[in-house]
């Protein structure tokens, strides 16, 4: 009976620790986690100012049809133009990103995380070190959506209950 005992904690014990093994490995698989397995030299920084960021986080991946071409290495506030400034660390490998290319922050899914998802333009001169996009769509906050539904429908309801009332009577 006490060996009984003894498996079962094991066991626990084991599933327990594996728990935690899982856990720290997702941790390092978050966009936010910080974890940079490149040198800071094989990117170049590219700055892409937004009216709005939504969740876009620090290590959010920038893409290019669906290609992870960096990742977002700081985002701060630009306070000469009152808009959010994220600086975007490309690879060295994509060095022919055309300069009039557009950001535009994505969301992976309904419910995902955000992203930026780069659009190339037709120029032939590329974005190099420092360089700004001048091209740039902030990202569509799905609360603000739902709310502004929700403001329509009951305001479309209640001009509506006027409109279909059935007339009284006369006596």
Do not use: C, W
Request: proline share 4%; charged share 15%.
């Amino acid at each position: 009976m006490a060996q009984a005992n003894r498996s079962i904690e094991v066991g626990t014990g084991l599933f327990v620790l594996l728990g935690f093994v899982a856990l720290g490995f997702l941790t390092t698989q978050l966009p936010g986690s910080g974890l940079h397995l490149k040198q800071a030299s094989e990117y170049y920084p590219v700055i892409a100012k937004f009216d709005d960021i939504g969740g876009l986080k620090v290590g959010a991946p920038v893409t290019m049809s669906g290609v992870s071409v960096g990742q977002v290495s700081t985002i701060g506030y630009d306070m000469s133009v009152n808009r959010a400034s994220v600086t975007l660390a490309i690879d060295r490998h994509f060095d022919h990103i055309p300069d009039d290319s557009d950001a535009a922050i994505q969301t992976s899914g309904l419910l995902g995380a955000n992203y930026i998802a780069l659009s190339p333009g037709g120029s032939e001169t590329f974005l190099q070190a420092g360089s700004q996009l001048q091209f740039t769509q902030s990202a569509i906050v799905i609360e603000n959506l739902i709310n502004k539904l929700f403001a329509n429908f009951s305001s479309s309801k209640s001009s509506g209950d006027d409109k279909t009332s059935p007339a009284k009577p006369a006596k």
